[in-house]
Structures are given as structure tokens and as C-alpha cells.
């Protein structure tokens, strides 16, 4: 019984102490403290509504109504910089009995922040006081302020950059603050969701009351957005946004990193950053919203690139501006971008790749890139020493060449890209003194032309896909190539022999030069004057390429050279049709006969013809003798045989008037 008793009085003495402590709470000052402090540090007031409650589980405090901090003026937006369900305020117990308010912790229940910049880069976040100072605005607390950890729980971030266009949402946000000491260092962790994708921000800085005063201080910053991660180890302040130090990035998920800064992010191709993508140098960031990197040291996939950038604010779009060296590249030689001699351009092959081609991150931002290279593998070509200046606007990508070697010639040129409403690629190309073998192995695994050559091409393509893009190909060009030969096919031995079987392996036709100039309409090259001379044969040839069926019509049209003066010989044209893997030969002796069965009905009217005019010719001389004799009336050069009867006929009948007027003056 004793015991009951004794519980019963302990329990009356806490229930008492409770009683005691709750009335020793100051509910209304800790609230007003907090607003206090909150004003004292930004110069906006924090408007706590509805019954301030004092609590004393699991820590002393107060637990507000409704919170919320007003926006700033100029701002589009009608909600609230913040506002949330409730604010829970934990005190020290020690400094409350000696009657101070000493805040430990502040945590808010599902707040909602409304970040906004304006199109002049005016932030509703940067407060009077972050940025007056000097300058007369309100000043930091006169005492020290301290939060133990301040808290918010299932929030939401929606920040709106007007200068930029981007939104930014993120979900599910928890974070917290720990402020040990107002003139000492300070933490911030917090995780999110943003669009399906973890977020997370750990934060460490120095000297708190800098900082909120908007001061660059010691900070130490790590992001996580899905699989990417980017570090931060220096100096930086938030109004403006400055910093200076080190920065680290793998960026291994571009699409989560796109969705946190509201950006459309697709992952690269192979080698530029499909497995691996990695930047590295030294960062600062001014406060005008412009960024520079230097020592920049970027790896993509298995290519290593070093220099300096620049990240400058632009009316819709970040601009990009750098010098880059790098080491040799390889680009889109994985197994989704193999075009070479395999299966999506090798000749064997039934057709051009259908895969989609995504281009979404030209419109991430603009650039001004001057990269210099030893050497450029595109898997479709081959490069060596090669210096460019690739420009991006508005989704629009131009390769302007300044130097390219490649082939043991050279190109230059420009290439262009454009994503802006779908996929069109075009150019202006000049390729001097390429081997065509391997350009031609690498291009389409074709290795049977074998020379040195010159090549212009203009050309406009437009589709999602290879595919596409070569079935819509436009332009026009031109070829001339020196001495070689082609593999394969001996078509002076198919003319000497009228025998198809001189094609395959072990067969070639040795030439002295080809030419020709050609125009592509709907992905097919159409060729009317080709030339080619060689030792034995000279051909000329007409037709088209399926460039986009990779198809073959084309009509060569030989001559095997029977003396040394190039006279005689026989023509048989050669007929190249099917598919670039499963070409086909024949002899168009067909059209040997049916030129043969032309030029002897020519023939046959010519002699008709011939025959004709001797007829003529004869029946004009006897009709001339006739006049002559009969009416004595020779025909001159130029007169008609009836204008010379006529003729003769007037003379005549003149002559008789005259004699028939003599005889009747005589007669009188």
C-alpha cells in the first residue's frame, strides 16, 4: 500500500511540474521571438496565425497555427514566399528559467516555397537585409542567434526563372538546419523528389551570420540527383550567387540532372558520355549569373578533353563559350552506333538504321566550341589532325572545318545539325587527295575502288533516323579520281569475250582517271556524263544509286580499244542493277542489236535518199536538153526548170508578134 502511495504522490509531483512548466512557457513571447529574429535577419515580417500552444513532448516549446512569410512585391506569383500547417518551436529550459528565449529547433509541417527571378534576375529570396549592410537596411540581430536544427518535413519547392523560362518543382522535400552558433559554421541536408528522381543537398559552411547576410564564406557543397553528382569545395554566397573553388561533376544521369534544373536531358551516345562523363576544374561564379571553368578537364566515355569555359547568360538560353584540346576521340562506335563495314553500312547490309536520333540537348543551351584534335574516329569516318568551331543556336549546330585531315587528304567545310521541330542534316563538303579504299571500307565495307580522288558535295537530309535521313537526301556534286582500279570486275576481259563470268575475286579494270558530276533528289544520286579512261577500254556511263534503298541502275557504256590509236572496237554496254549487296552484271546485247538494226535503216535511208536526189538530178539535166533543143532555152544557175520554160515560152511568143507586125508593115 505504501508504494501505491508513493507512486501516487510522484506521480501528482511530475503532474505538477508539468503544470508548472507549461505555465512558465511564454507561448506568445517564444512566437513573437521567432518573428523577431525572422524580421531582424531578412526585414520581412513571418505571420503566425491561429492559438500558439505550449508543448513539452518530445522537447519544451510552442506549437503555432498556420505560418507564412509574404513574397516580395514586384513578384507574378500570389502564394506566399512560405507557408506551412503549423511551426513547432523547441526552447532551452535552462535560459527560459532564467527568463530568456533561447530558440533550439524550428520544424515546419508540409511547407510550401515559392521561389521566383525576375527577367532582370531580381530573386524573391535575396532580403533587405542580405543585401543592405552598409547600405542602411536592417541589421543582423544584436545578439546571437542559434537554432539547434530547424526542420521541415514533406515540402514542396517550385522555383520559377523568368529570366531563363525554367521551372524547377521539387516534392517530398526534407530538410534540416543546424545553426550552432550565429558567428560559426552551419550545415544544411535535405532530400527530395524531383520528377520521380532522388534529390539530395549536403551543405556545410562557415560563419552563419555572413551568410545570411549574404557574405561569400567557406562553403562545402555535394548534389545527387539520380546517379549524377556534382561537389563543390571553396567560397560562395546566395544574393547574389557567387563562389569560387573547386568543382567536381559525374554526370552519369543527365536525364535527372535535366528534371532538377527543368531542363530536357537525354543521355549521350557512345563517347560523349553513354557510360561515363565526368567534369572537373576550377569554378567561379561572379554573381551576374555567368560561370567560369578553368583547368577544365572533361571525360566522356573513353575521350579526354582540357581547357577553359565559359557559362554566360543569354535572352532565352545559356550561352557556352570554351577552347578545347583533346586527346584522340572516338564518337558512336557502340553497338548502337556502329555504321562502319558491320550492320548498319556495310554493303551486305539490307538497309539503313530506323533507330531514333536524339537531339533534344542541342536546345539545352547555345555554344561557341573551338576543339583541336590529333585524330576523330566516327566509326562511319576516319579523321586525323583536326581543328573546328562548333557553334549551337536555338538547336541549331554548325561544324564550321578549319582543318581536317583524314584519308591522307584533307576536308573542309561545314556540317550542320538542326533539332529545332525534328531532325535535318546538312552540309557543304570538300574532300582533296582522299584514298578512296579505306573512306569507302569505313563508309559502306566496300574495298574494291582503289585510287586517289576529289569530291564536292552539297547535300540537305531531313528525318529522325539514318534511315530516313538517306531516303530524303538533296544535293548535287562532283567526282575525279587519278589512276587505280577497280576490284572485282574486268570489263575489258567482258568485252574481248562477251563473257560475264570476269567478275569476282582475282578480276579488275586498271584505269587511267574517272569523272563526273551528279544530283541527288529523294535519296537518289542520278549520274549523266560519267568518264572513264583506261589502258584497254574508255567508258562513259548514266544512271542512278539508291542511296536510301541501296539500289543499283546504272548503265556504263564501254568501248575496248581494238589499235593503238584508240580507233575500231567493239561497244557493248554493261548493265549494273540489284542491291549494293547483291549487285548484278549483264551485257546489253540486246541494245547491240537494236543499234545495229538503227544505223543499217540510217544507212538505207541515206541511199534512198541518195538515189532520189540522182533522180532528180537526171530528170532536171533532161528537161534542161529539152528546153534547150525545143525552145532553145538554156537554164541558168539559179533559175527553176519552169521559170526558164516560162521564160523560153514569152521569148517565143514575142518573137512571132514581132515578125507578124513586120510582114503586115512590109505588106503595105
Known amino acids: 500500500m505504501r508504494w501505491i502511495i508513493r507512486a501516487g504522490v510522484a506521480l501528482a509531483g511530475i503532474v505538477l511540474v508539468a503544470v508548472g512548466l507549461i505555465a512558465m512557457v511564454p507561448s506568445e513571447r517564444i512566437a513573437q521571438a521567432v518573428s523577431a529574429q525572422f524580421e531582424a535577419m531578412t526585414g520581412r515580417k513571418m505571420a503566425l496565425t491561429g492559438e500558439v500552444k505550449p508543448r513539452l513532448w518530445p522537447s519544451l516549446g510552442v506549437t503555432t497555427g498556420p505560418v507564412s512569410i509574404a513574397n516580395a512585391d514586384w513578384a507574378a506569383s500570389d502564394q506566399p514566399l512560405f507557408s506551412a500547417e503549423s511551426l513547432s518551436i523547441d526552447v532551452n529550459l535552462g535560459a527560459l528559467l532564467g527568463g530568456e528565449v533561447k530558440i533550439l529547433g524550428l520544424s515546419a509541417d508540409q511547407p510550401q516555397i515559392n521561389l521566383e527571378r525576375d527577367k532582370d534576375g531580381q530573386a524573391n529570396w535575396v532580403f533587405a537585409a542580405s543585401t543592405a549592410g552598409a547600405e542602411g537596411g536592417v541589421p543582423a540581430p544584436a545578439t546571437g542567434f542559434t537554432l539547434d536544427q530547424g526542420s521541415i518535413t514533406g515540402g514542396s519547392i517550385r522555383f520559377n526563372d523568368r529570366q531563363t523560362g525554367q521551372v524547377i518543382a521539387l516534392d517530398n522535400v526534407d530538410a534540416t538546419l543546424a545553426i550552432p552558433d550565429f558567428s560559426g559554421p552551419f550545415t544544411l541536408t ?384 554493261l548493265l549494273i542493277t540489284g542491291t549494293w549487296a547483291d549487285p548484278k552484271f549483264r551485257l546489253d546485247l540486246e541494245s547491240i542489236a537494236r543499234e545495229k538494226m538503227e544505223a543499217e535503216a540510217k544507212a538505207a535511208a541515206a541511199r534512198l535518199e541518195e538515189q532520189a536526189k540522182a533522180a532528180e538530178a537526171a530528170a532536171k539535166a533532161e528537161l534542161e536538153q529539152r528546153l534547150k533543143e525545143e525552145l532553145g532555152v538554156d537554164v541558168a544557175p539559179d533559175e527553176s526548170l519552169g521559170d526558164a520554160a516560162q521564160r523560153g515560152a514569152t521569148d517565143a511568143l514575142e518573137d512571132q508578134a514581132r515578125k507578124a507586125l513586120e510582114e503586115i508593115l512590109n505588106g503595105n
Open 190 to 573: 535535405a532530400t527530395a523528389l524531383s520528377g520521380g528522381q532522388g534529390v539530395a543537398l549536403d551543405l556545410q559552411g562557415g560563419v552563419f551570420s555572413a551568410f545570411a547576410m549574404g557574405r561569400v564564406v567557406p562553403l562545402t557543397a555535394s548534389l545527387t540527383a539520380g546517379g549524377s553528382t556534382i561537389g563543390f569545395d571553396g567560397r560562395g554566397g546566395y544574393a547574389p550567387v557567387a563562389a569560387e573553388g573547386a568543382l567536381t561533376a559525374n554526370l552519369a544521369d543527365l536525364p535527372a540532372l535535366g528534371a532538377l534544373t527543368g531542363s530536357d536531358l537525354s543521355r549521350p551516345g557512345p563517347g560523349l558520355g553513354q557510360d561515363k562523363l565526368q567534369i572537373a576544374g576550377t569554378l567561379t561564379m561572379d554573381g551576374t549569373g555567368a560561370a567560369f571553368l578553368r583547368g577544365a578537364e572533361l571525360v566522356a566515355d573513353g575521350n579526354r578533353l582540357k581547357g577553359d569555359l565559359d557559362l554566360l547568360p543569354g535572352e532565352a538560353r545559356y550561352k557556352l563559350k570554351g577552347q578545347l584540346a583533346a586527346g584522340p576521340i572516338t564518337i558512336g562506335t557502340g553497338p548502337e552506333g556502329e555504321m562502319g563495314g558491320g550492320q548498319a553500312g556495310g554493303m551486305e547490309a539490307e538497309g539503313w538504321p530506323t533507330g531514333e536520333i536524339d537531339v533534344s540537348a542541342l536546345g539545352a543551351l547555345d555554344a561557341e566550341i573551338a576543339l583541336a584534335a590529333p585524330s576523330i574516329d566516327l566509326g562511319v569516318l576516319k579523321l586525323g589532325q583536326t581543328r573546328a568551331l562548333i557553334t549551337v543556336d536555338r538547336a541549331r549546330a554548325v561544324i564550321d572545318i578549319r582543318e581536317m585531315q583524314a584519308y591522307e587528304g584533307r576536308i573542309t567545310g561545314d556540317f550542320v545539325v538542326n533539332g529545332r521541330g525534328g531532325l535535318s542534316v546538312g552540309g557543304r563538303l570538300n574532300f582533296a587527295g582522299l584514298k578512296t579504299q579505306p573512306m569507302l571500307m569505313d563508309l559502306a565495307g566496300w574495298d574494291r575502288l582503289v585510287s586517289t580522288g576529289d569530291f564536292d558535295l552539297e547535300f540537305l537530309g531531313v528525318g529522325n533516323s539514318i534511315d530516313a535521313i538517306m531516303k530524303s537526301l538533296k544535293g548535287k556534286g562532283s567526282l575525279e579520281l587519278g589512276q587505280g582500279e577497280l576490284r572485282g570486275l574486268d570489263i575489258a576481259g567482258m568485252l574481248k569475250t562477251l563473257d560475264l563470268n570476269y567478275v569476282g575475286e582475282g578480276q579488275k579494270t586498271i584505269f587511267d582517271g574517272l569523272a563526273g558530276t551528279y544530283t541527288i533528289t529523294g535519296g537518289v544520286l542520278s549520274n549523266s556524263d560519267l568518264k572513264l579512261v583506261a589502258p584497254y577500254v574508255t567508258a562513259s556511263g548514266t544512271g542512278e544509286i539508291g542511296l536510301g534503298g541501296r539500289t543499283l541502275n546504272y548503265r556504263l557504256r564501254p568501248t575496248a580499244l581494238a589499235a593503238e590509236d584508240g580507233t575500231g572496237g567493239v561497244m557493248v554496254p
